[in-house]
C-alpha cells in the first residue's frame, strides 16, 4: 500500500471517530435536554396539583364551619351524618374527592406526658394506655414493657423505667439513634422504640393517634364501632370489660346518644358519674378529611385534621401528604 493510500485511511478513520463523538455528544445533549424538560414539566404539574389540592383543603373547612354551625357535628355517627358524604369536585382535567370521618376515635400517644418541656411522665394516662395495649391483645408483661419503653422514649429525662430502654441503649445499637425526648409527631414513630415489634404495632396503632403533648382527646361516642371498643375500656381503667363495652356501643341509637352521654354511660354500674368526666362528647370535635386528587392520570392523596372545638371556628391542625397515621 502506497503511502498516500495509508495517509488516506488514517485521515477517514479520524473523520469517522469525530463523526463517532460529535454523535455521541449530540445524543447527550439531547437527553440533557429532554430530561430538563420533562422534569420541568413534572415539577409544575406537582405544583399545580399540590395547589389544587390546598384550595380542596379550604373546600373541607368550609363544609366543617357550616356543619358545624347548623349543628351536624352533633349528629354525625359513625353510619351518618357528615360522615357518610363524599364529596366530588371537578375540576380541570380531573376530579377531587373528600371524604369525613371523625378523628377523636384514638389516645393520643402524647398524652403520656406534661404538656410542655421539661416532658415528664402522667400517671394516669400512663396507665390508661396500659389498660388500651391490654385491650388491644397484648398479653403478659407485652403492654407493660411497651408502656415502659414509650414512656422512657417521650419523657426529657435519663432515668430507666422497668422494662424500658434510654439513650444508652439506642445509642448503643448498630444503627444508633437517640430517644425523641418529647412528644412524637407521628404514631408511625413508634416503630423505632424497643420491644415494639411489627406485630405489636399492629396491634395498636388503629387505636393511638400522635397530637399536642399532655392533651386528652374527648372521645364521640356516637362516632364509635364496636371494634373501637378498647378505648373506652382504658378511659374506665377496666372498670367493665371489653365485651361490654362493645356491646353497649352496638346499641347506639341511629341518631347517636343524646343529648349527651349520660345515656350512654347508664348501663353500666355508676355509670352516671361517668357522664361528667368530660372525656367523652357527643360531638365531633377532631375530624378527619381525606382529599384524593386526580389530574391528567397524577394523584396525590392528602389528609387532614382538623379541629373543631364547641363554640370555635374550625382549624387545620395537620396535613400529611400521601396518607395519615
Do not use: H
Amino acid at each position: 500500500m502506497s503511502r498516500k493510500s495509508s495517509e488516506k485511511g488514517v485521515a477517514l478513520v479520524i473523520v469517522l471517530l469525530l463523526v463517532a463523538t460529535l454523535s455521541f455528544v449530540l445524543l447527550s445533549l439531547t437527553t440533557i435536554v429532554t430530561t430538563g424538560v420533562r422534569r420541568g414539566a413534572s415539577e409544575r404539574a406537582r405544583s399545580e396539583m399540590l395547589w389544587q389540592a390546598l384550595a380542596a383543603e379550604r373546600v373541607a373547612l368550609a363544609i366543617i364551619a357550616k356543619a358545624a354551625a347548623g349543628g351536624a357535628l352533633q349528629t354525625a355517627t359513625n353510619e351518618g351524618g357528615l360522615f357518610r358524604q363524599q364529596l366530588a369536585l371537578p375540576m380541570e382535567r380531573g376530579e377531587v374527592v373528600v371524604r369525613f370521618a371523625d378523628a377523636s376515635r384514638c389516645f393520643n400517644v402524647n398524652s403520656i406526658i406534661s404538656e410542655a418541656a421539661p416532658y415528664e411522665i402522667q400517671a394516669t394516662e400512663k396507665a390508661e394506655f396500659g389498660f388500651l395495649l391490654e385491650a388491644a391483645g397484648l398479653v403478659g408483661n407485652e403492654a407493660q414493657g411497651v408502656v415502659d419503653a414509650v414512656s422512657d422514649f417521650l419523657d426529657s429525662n435519663s432515668s430507666q423505667e422497668t422494662q424500658g430502654a434510654e439513650d444508652s441503649f439506642y445509642t448503643s445499637l448498630t444503627t444508633p439513634y437517640r430517644t425523641s425526648g418529647g412528644p412524637i409527631a407521628s404514631v408511625s414513630e413508634l416503630r423505632a422504640v424497643e420491644g415494639v415489634t411489627r406485630e405489636i404495632y399492629g396491634r395498636i396503632a388503629p387505636f393511638l393517634c400522635a397530637r399536642a403533648p399532655g392533651q386528652k382527646i374527648d372521645i364521640n361516642i356516637n362516632a364509635l364501632t364496636p371494634e373501637r371498643a378498647p378505648l373506652i375500656y382504658a378511659l374506665t381503667e377496666g372498670q367493665w370489660s371489653v365485651d361490654q363495652v362493645a356491646s353497649q356501643i352496638a346499641q347506639t341509637p341511629p341518631g347517636g346518644w343524646q343529648p349527651d352521654t349520660s345515656q350512654f354511660w347508664a348501663a353500666f354500674p355508676g355509670g352516671g358519674s361517668q357522664s361528667s368526666n368530660g372525656r367523652t362528647t357527643t360531638k365531633s370535635t377532631w375530624i378527619e378529611a381525606r382529599v384524593f386528587l386526580e389530574a391528567d392520570r397524577r394523584f396525590v392523596e392528602e389528609t387532614l385534621i382538623i379541629q373543631a372545638p364547641n363554640g370555635g371556628d374550625p382549624s387545620l391542625y395537620s396535613r400529611v401528604f400521601g396518607g395519615g397515621d
